[in-house]
């Protein structure tokens, strides 16, 4: 079983910087794609960005685009997530997830972590 540990979250206002981690544990999948979701009150989940399993693919969402980047650590098998330039509206839940695909769909993600919040202020 694949455990996803996220951390990294915190308070930050308009214009500041996060950077979230994603440590994984266990399995026997070897390394996984790995992407990052977000959840705001009353919204569905939504993609931000995702990392094939090698790091050399990556795909970033148009919201967070030129803002958010996605790298990975393949020593550790962590997955960071660099959010500059945050804005109100990215408060949210960021969960990190694995799957066996680089996607964008949260269908095809079978791992989850428990969330980490970001609240960006005005």
């Known amino acids: 079983q694949v455990q996803l540990v996220e951390s990294g979250g915190g308070y930050v206002q308009a214009g500041g910087s996060l950077r979230l981690s994603c440590a994984a544990s266990?399995?026997?999948?070897?390394?996984?794609?790995r992407g990052w979701f977000r959840q705001a009150p009353g919204k569905e989940r939504e993609f931000v960005a995702s990392i094939s399993r090698s790091g050399d693919s990556t795909d970033i969402a148009d919201s967070v685009k030129g803002r958010f980047t996605i790298s990975r650590d393949s020593a550790e098998d962590t997955v960071h997530l660099q959010m500059n330039s945050l804005k109100p509206e990215d408060t949210a839940v960021y969960y990190c997830a694995a799957s066996f695909v680089l996607s964008r769909r949260a269908v095809t993600y079978v791992y989850w972590g428990q969330g980490t919040q970001v609240t960006v202020s005005s």
């Open positions: 266990g399995g026997t999948f070897g390394r996984l794609a």
